[in-house]
């Protein structure tokens, strides 16, 4: 894909994920996805993704930096959500969070192979407390 393609295809991602339309993935993401070196799979993946809109149903995910190198992405995003379930061991508070998430991704056949993600959990629980 060429560049401009490359950043219509993430935008196109992060809007499913967004939408929280997660049974759409597999657009987007290969059935043998890993994530941060380890091999996950496509269920797993959105598995984890629910579990997020589960404990925070408005969660949205705003991208504020993308790097594209060839069949790389590097994103940062700004997490945003209102804890209403269960998160970490941490039952619902209704508090707003809002954290950075750093993640490069690679791209095997136009959709994700590879994810390396951080996301900063800790200032999350920090603002749940």
């Given at each position: ?10 935008r ?8 929280h ?7 987007f ?28 149903p ?35 508070t209704?508090?707003?969070v ?32």
């Open positions: 894909m060429r560049r401009t393609e490359t950043e219509a295809f993430y196109h991602y992060l809007a499913t994920c967004n939408a339309a997660f049974d759409r993935l597999n657009s993401v290969v059935e043998d996805v890993e994530v941060n070196d380890a091999p996950q799979g496509l269920a797993t993946y959105v598995a984890g993704l629910r579990g997020v809109v589960q404990a925070f408005d969660y949205h995910w705003h991208l504020t930096d993308l790097i594209i190198d060839a069949d790389r992405l590097a994103a940062r995003l700004i997490d945003t959500g209102t804890h209403q379930s269960d998160f970490l061991g941490v039952p619902p209704g508090r707003a809002r954290i950075q998430e750093f993640a490069v991704y690679h791209l095997r056949e136009g959709r994700i192979a590879q994810v390396w993600v951080t996301a900063d959990n800790m200032t999350l629980l920090d603002q749940l407390r």
